[in-house]
């Protein structure tokens, strides 16, 4: 079985096997507008390090907003990177390649290879769930994880991505995101 057979047959087991009322109305909902459940965390970062102090006394207030910053600028650099490998790529989306695709919203006119909403959602969530260690816990932390993974779900269940799409979404987001936390922590090697 060759990798596109078998990406076409996951999509298949995802867009039509896990179909059901609460998905179809949380999973178009979470691609359109999931990113704005990171507002909750993001004022929980804020508060706790407005709050929680290091040994110097200091408080993790700086680090919690050079985290936004760098989330931000991930966000675009992504963006960048995406628009340029769709160019790149040119492969046809599965809600116009394969037929009887079970579609419940509209159709991107850009391409498929990688998936913009998961690159971004990975992308901004590793800083948050990275940089935040002396801040929230790792239970919390996990959420900005969780939450890209959910968007990332919910491009397959919608059908407008291929599961490669999305793996690789996944892992330029997470390469993305990385990159510039570590970046940060060795500009801010003096800091916490």
């Known amino acids: 079985m060759d990798i596109q057979t078998f990406d076409t047959q996951l999509l298949l087991l995802i867009n039509r ?3 059901n009322g609460p998905f179809d109305v949380l999973m178009p ?15 929980a970062m804020l508060f706790r390090g407005a709050i ?7 408080t993790y207030f ?18 960048w990177v995406v628009d340029t ?3 790149t790529v040119a492969r046809e989306r599965p809600c116009r390649a394969i037929e009887g695709i079970r579609l419940i919203v509209a159709c991107p006119k850009s391409f498929s290879m990688p998936s913009s909403h ?14 935040t260690k002396k801040i929230i816990t790792l239970s919390w932390r996990l959420y900005p994880l969780l939450l890209a993974s959910f968007i990332a779900f ?6 407008v991505h291929y599961p490669t799409d999305v793996v690789a979404g996944i892992l330029l987001g997470a390469v993305i995101g990385m990159g510039l ?11 916490e």
């Open 17 to 19: 096997g896990a179909v």
């Open 29 to 43: 909902a979470l691609s359109a507008r999931g990113y704005l459940l990171i507002i909750p965390f993001i004022l």
């Open 52 to 58: 929680q102090k290091n040994k110097q006394g200091k």
């Open 62 to 79: 700086p680090t919690a907003l050079w985290t936004i910053a760098i989330a931000v600028c991930a966000l675009y650099f992504s963006q």
């Open 85 to 87: 490998i769709k160019i």
């Open 118 to 131: 998961t690159i971004m959602s990975f992308a901004a969530a590793i800083p948050f769930f990275y940089l």
């Open 154 to 159: 919910s491009r397959l269940y919608l059908g």
């Open 181 to 191: 936390s570590l970046l940060y922590q060795v500009m801010n090697s003096n800091g």
